[in-house]
């Protein structure tokens, strides 16, 4: 993750969705990283899968998972769709797609340590992190235990 320099990664945390292991999510953080205001700072969200999954399903399950957390038209919504189809690739166990949050710009994403692209969008960035940083997150326990031992 080129350009986040002195970032420190917080434990693992595993999605199980109704029994199956989906992946492990870990967020690299600067030092005095504040979640409050994640948005105006630098960090990486990990996603490394444990099975194998569509790229295209990924994407439309991001789409959904961004409504729990704030509105957006359906233009945008088509457009983030188009976008995240063309960064997301087919995933199988062990391989990594990587988000970063770019303050005031967007997101920029990264596959197994290759960068794929960047969604110009801080609206975009605001909802797709906020899948799982959140209050409004579909897995609050997920998002309590990736901010653990973070300041607020």
Same mark, same amino acid.
């Given at each position: 993750?080129?350009?986040?320099?002195?970032?420190?990664?917080?434990?693992?945390?595993?999605?199980?969705?109704?029994?199956?292991?989906?992946?492990?999510?870990?967020?690299? +953080?600067?030092? @005095?990283?504040?979640?409050?205001?994640?948005?105006?700072?630098?960090?990486?969200?990990?996603?490394?899968?444990?099975?194998?999954?569509?790229?295209?399903?990924?994407?439309?399950?991001?789409i959904d998972e961004m409504r729990r957390v704030g509105s957006f038209t359906d233009?945008?919504?088509?457009?983030?769709?188009?976008?995240?189809?063309?960064?997301?690739?087919?995933?199988?166990?062990?391989?990594?797609? +990587?988000?970063?949050?770019?303050?005031?710009?967007?997101?920029?994403?990264?596959?197994?340590?290759?960068?794929? @692209?960047?969604?110009?969008?801080?609206?975009?960035?605001?909802?797709?992190?906020?899948?799982?940083?959140?209050?409004?997150?579909?897995?609050?326990?997920?998002?309590?235990?990736?901010?653990?031992?973070?300041?607020?």
């Amino acid at each position: 993750m080129t350009g986040l320099g002195g970032v420190v990664p917080t434990a693992p945390v595993r999605l199980r969705v109704w029994g199956f292991e989906v992946y492990d999510a870990r967020l690299w +953080t600067p030092r @005095g990283f504040r979640y409050g205001q994640a948005l105006q700072q630098p960090f990486a969200l990990e996603l490394q899968y444990l099975r194998k999954l569509e790229g295209s399903a990924i994407a439309s399950r991001s789409i959904d998972e961004m409504r729990r957390v704030g509105s957006f038209t359906d233009a945008q919504a088509q457009a983030w769709l188009v976008a995240m189809r063309e960064l997301f690739p087919n995933v199988s166990a062990g391989e990594r797609i +990587t988000g970063v949050n770019l303050p005031g710009e967007g997101a920029e994403f990264w596959v197994n340590g290759q960068r794929v @692209g960047v969604v110009k969008d801080v609206n975009f960035a605001r909802l797709f992190f906020g899948i799982w940083l959140d209050e409004r997150t579909s897995e609050p326990k997920m998002r309590a235990q990736l901010l653990q031992g973070l300041q607020p």
